[in-house]
């Protein structure tokens, strides 16, 4: 069985969200970019309040930004 991850689409949508950088997204939400960072390699799963304040930032639903499993490792 493979390893269960929480993944992110944080990338893609800073992308769409007018070249946003990590950095404004940091500190949109209250962390720091090196969080940033994590969270986009697969490194860090958030807990459930960032999960939100990221969702939020973003202006979507939780799930169009955060997926549990395997299920996007094709990106």
Same mark, same amino acid.
């Given at each position: 069985?493979? /390893?269960? #991850? $929480?993944?992110?689409? @944080?990338? /893609? ?9 990590? =950095? =404004? #997204?940091? %500190?949109? $939400?209250? $962390?720091? !970019? =090196?969080? @940033? $960072?994590?969270?986009? /390699?697969g490194n860090y ?7 939100? !304040? @990221?969702? !939020?930032?973003? %202006?979507?639903? #939780? ?13």
């Amino acid at each position: 069985m493979g /390893k269960n #991850l $929480v993944g992110n689409h @944080i990338r /893609k949508l800073r992308f769409n969200h007018d070249e946003m950088t990590q =950095q =404004q #997204l940091a %500190d949109k $939400v209250g $962390v720091t !970019r =090196q969080t @940033i $960072v994590a969270l986009e /390699k697969g490194n860090y799963s958030p807990s459930l309040e960032l999960a939100f !304040r @990221i969702a !939020r930032a973003f %202006d979507l639903p #939780l799930e169009e930004v955060f997926f549990y499993g395997e299920e996007e490792k094709g990106e």
